[in-house]
């Protein structure tokens, strides 16, 4: 989920250009698997959030972009506590913000001292084309003299906590005060401009910094997307053991025979996918299986029947923080520069996707 539809025409439009320059899904987002929904503002994000996750019984993973500024800042700390809405609450590894990822950069794409929004991952260099892109678009009549919109003039509005967008907005006012740059309709205007470069510029400067800097965006958030899904995958098998476990228990609260825990246990591993968590699940029954030996007279009564069901009841998925330190979530070899660029040229089509399809 992201703060406006001009994060989501970016975000959808670079995704689309990295994966053409030849970058895998580990670095960019699989449009096929991943709904990209603006809320409208930051205000709007915890909201949201609660309206996918908090009604029905098997909740949609989801992660969160958002600016870093003081709304965004705000619509974190709503979307971490447990209010009104308690069922919102995401954990805070699922919630991102712009400037978590700048700080990895050597700088902030744009030259602000720190990234508020996406378009700060933008260079000047190719804002100031894309302006020119999207008065060219819109101008019915004669158009505006942008001469003197240069990356100086831009620079002089640089303020702490002012966004590269803002500041070019504020130059291109002093220009002419009838001078508005629509939001969406320079994203789209970047997306043309970073096309026509890596058609017949693939070696510009700043195409290669937009690149490694979105680049560097997209991959932490198709790295959340992953965590997200192990989760929900984790919660779905999770609760269809609870409700295996509880139902008999119910039937059996006292004693069992061995093999109607053999056909319990059989139920179980029919929920299961072919996920390395639900391996994991199998894995601990079949100790416990054996641990109360049910395949042995099977007639016969569990033993410390107790135990037997306190053990079944610490069947959970390893953690996800685990399951990152195994290494289920190492990057494949990142395409080499001239691969990035070759492909980029060749293949790359002027495409602006305004909303990601929905998951198949």
């Known amino acids: 989920m992201v703060e406006g539809a001009a994060d989501q025409v970016l975000l959808a439009g670079t995704a689309t250009f990295l994966k053409a320059s030849g970058l895998t899904e580990f670095y960019t987002l699989d449009l096929n698997r991943i709904t990209i929904v603006p809320a409208g503002s930051a205000n709007h994000v915890p909201y949201l959030v609660y309206l996918a996750r908090g009604r029905d019984y098997e909740k949609p993973a989801v992660i969160v972009l958002l600016d870093s500024d003081d709304e965004g800042n705000k619509a974190k700390r709503d979307l971490l506590k447990a209010g009104p809405l308690k069922k919102l609450k995401l954990r805070e590894e699922f919630i991102l913000q712009v400037q978590d990822v700048a700080k990895s950069l050597p700088r902030v794409p744009s030259g602000v001292p720190a990234a508020v929004d996406i378009e700060d991952f933008v260079p000047l260099e190719i804002c100031i084309k894309a302006v020119g892109e999207y008065f060219a678009e819109i101008t019915v009549e004669e158009k505006p003299d942008l001469s003197t919109l240069t990356v100086d003039s831009i620079r002089q509005k640089f ?54 800097g979105m680049k560097a965006l997209l991959t932490r958030l198709a790295s959340m997307q992953r965590a997200a899904m192990r989760e929900l995958t984790q919660d779905r098998v999770t609760q269809q053991v609870d409700r295996a476990r509880k139902t008999f228990q119910q039937d059996h609260p006292l004693t069992a025979r061995k093999e109607e825990a053999i056909d319990l246990f059989d139920h179980i591993e029919s929920t299961l996918d072919d996920s390395i968590e639900s391996d994991e699940v199998r894995l601990k029954l079949e100790q416990i299986r054996r641990r109360f030996t049910l395949t042995e007279d099977p ?52 495409e602006e996707a305004v909303a990601a399809p929905k998951p198949s």
């Open 159 to 212: 303020q702490p906590g002012v966004s590269a967008f803002d500041a070019i907005a504020a130059a291109c006012q002093a220009i002419d005060a009838g001078l508005h740059v629509d939001k969406i309709g320079f994203a789209r205007a970047v997306l043309r401009v970073i096309h026509t470069l890596a058609k017949d510029d693939s070696g510009n400067t700043a195409l290669k910094e937009f690149r490694e």
């Open 299 to 350: 007639m016969k009564p569990i033993e410390n029947y107790d135990q037997f069901f306190e053990e079944l009841g610490r069947i959970k998925y390893v953690d996800l923080l685990e399951a990152d330190a195994a290494g289920r979530d190492t990057p494949p070899p990142s395409p080499t520069k001239a691969t990035d660029a070759k492909a980029a040229a060749g293949e790359a089509k002027p």
